[in-house]
């Protein structure tokens, strides 16, 4: 069984963002960078189905810079086979970058029986290369998944939908995972995982050797820029009994009479 | 003038909001409504008011509930029948889901949770949030059409006085082709109320809830506003509320018209998904709880004792 799993590479949440100052990006050089926190869901489902299944290979995919292989590493500490890095800019569109995916499977020479990714990378949000890559491969998808059962070559899971209500599906194998939050407790990479995963092989690609070029950008992203600040807001003291409700009565008015949202 | 294809979806029988906001915008362009299934008449008025020209009532085995595969075969099928340059839906659960295979159907692009754009031209410019709002980023589209664009809720808000359009209803024989992925069951969430993403009004609780008992305050004062009540990471954390009522990065990103957020310090986990929040108010004991640089209106006290009085206030102020 081949399992890959497709990981990303982003800024950590509690980096500031800072603009270039032509706007074509974010200043990168200072970033601590760690893995895309819902790829962790998608790769520990793909060591949970290798530990059930042993004969199981699982491959971690990334599209990104190389200055830092970090979340292919982990990946690989945490228990994953092997690795592939298809080399690119940081500011690729989704269409462009689920079809280097779909070019390093392909180059892998294995035939996928599952493809896992997180739902959403927390560096774009743009919530699309699972379903993209699915449909370029002519797989099945189910995407925002809390729960998986493998039996035989058929999965059971479960998609998180509006008010946590859950669509159970039963789909066969070969089929495109997106992985949420609850799916899962990613495991910790154990020291002796880190220094293995040192020697596992990572095969590396430029982006032509995958067939993709500039003429597969769809989505241009550009200006980037800080939010307006928002301006300071008003501040009430509530901390005297004898004064709560002649407070609480003020901010209430003030959110019809000021801010107009009631 | 472009011509663009609105998907709307049905929730108890109505259009969702993001729909009306969507063809509010599109005004100066000629814009129809696809939908699944049947509609009431009051439903397509709604959609004409905003301006939809026609409404395609899209009908078909196998697409009486929703199915990746189903839902972009029918609709790629129905979109290559018509010339349209945009197709537009939005960031709901389906959307978020159907919206990429579909666009990957016709090779094109999608512009996907874009929080405000322009048509000039008949060419479409958008803006969207990046790094969880820390960053916004003009968004365009290239290469086949038609384009695709999700619209995140609540971004637009209502257009005033949209200009109406015809308002056609019409059936259109739709083919799910293979479904691979189908749904063999829908397990029912225990809440009835809009979901966090599209709700309006927000009301949250933070670890200083001190358990799951408690969020019946906030329950009490979200019934009276019509608001739905979503919780912080430590909140879901410790087990005080599920992870679908979650808000933040790992979580919901939300853009309610108001948000209060009650014993919440304000992480930045917490803010990436709710700092877009039109009006934002914290109650908090610790009056340099982070939460504080971020709200409109900040009330240094006790939730437990501040709630309840808000929501009497509440009470008072709609009249129920």
Partial sequence: MNIFVCVKQVPDTETKIIPTSDGSFIETASIKWIMNPYDEFAVEQALLVKAANPAANVTVIRVGSVKDTEALRTAMAMGADDAALVEAGDNLDSYSIAKALKGAIEKSGKKPDIVLAGKQAIDDDALQVPQILAEMLGLPSVSVIVGFELNGSTVKVKREIEGGALEVYEVATPVVLAANKGLNTPRYASLPGIMKAKKKPMAQYSLADVGVSDADRRVKYSGFKLPPEKPAGKKFDATDAAKQKEVVAQVVGLLRTEAKVL | ????????????????????????????????????????????????????????????????????????????????????????????????????????????????????????????????????????????????????????????????????????????????????????????????????????????????????????????????????????????????????????????????????????????????????????????TDPDAPIFTKADYGIVGDLFTIVPIMTEEFKKLLGK
Avoid: W
């Fill in chain 2, 1 to 284: 003038m472009a011509n663009v294809l609105v998907f709307t979806e049905l929730h108890d029988g109505h259009v969702k909001p993001v729909t009306l906001e969507i063809l509010g915008k599109l005004a100066g362009q000629s814009a129809d409504v696809a939908v699944f299934g049947d509609i009431g008449a009051d439903q397509v008025a709604a959609l004409a008011k905003c301006g939809a020209q026609n409404v395609h009532k899209l009908k078909g085995a196998n697409l009486d509930k929703y199915s990746p595969e189903g839902y972009a075969n029918a609709l790629a099928e129905f979109i290559k029948s018509k010339n349209y340059d945009y197709v537009f839906g939005g960031a709901t659960s389906i959307g978020k889901d159907l919206l990429p295979r579909l666009a990957t159907k016709f090779d094109a692009g999608l512009a996907s949770d874009v929080t405000n754009f322009t048509m000039d031209g008949g060419v479409f410019a958008g803006t969207r949030p990046f790094f969880s709002g820390k960053c916004l980023a003009k968004v365009e589209l290239t290469g086949p059409k038609p384009h695709f664009v999700s619209i995140r809720p609540n971004a637009l808000g209502m257009t005033e006085g949209a200009t109406a359009g015809a308002g056609t209803a019409a059936d259109v024989n739709a083919n799910a082709g293979d479904i691979r992925a189908m749904i063999k069951e829908i397990v029912k969430a225990t809440s009835t109320k809009t979901d966090l993403t599209e709700a309006n009004i927000i009301v949250s609780g933070g670890r200083a809830m001190k358990n799951a008992e408690n969020f019946a305050i906030l329950n009490t004062m979200a019934d009276v506003l019509g608001a739905t009540v979503g919780a912080s990471r430590a909140a879901v954390d410790s087990g005080f509320a599920p992870h679908a009522m979650q808000v933040g990065q790992t979580g919901k990103t939300v853009a309610p018209s108001l948000y209060i957020a009650c014993g919440i310090s304000g992480a930045i986990q917490h803010l990436a998904g709710m700092r877009t929040s039109k009006v934002i108010v914290a109650i908090n």
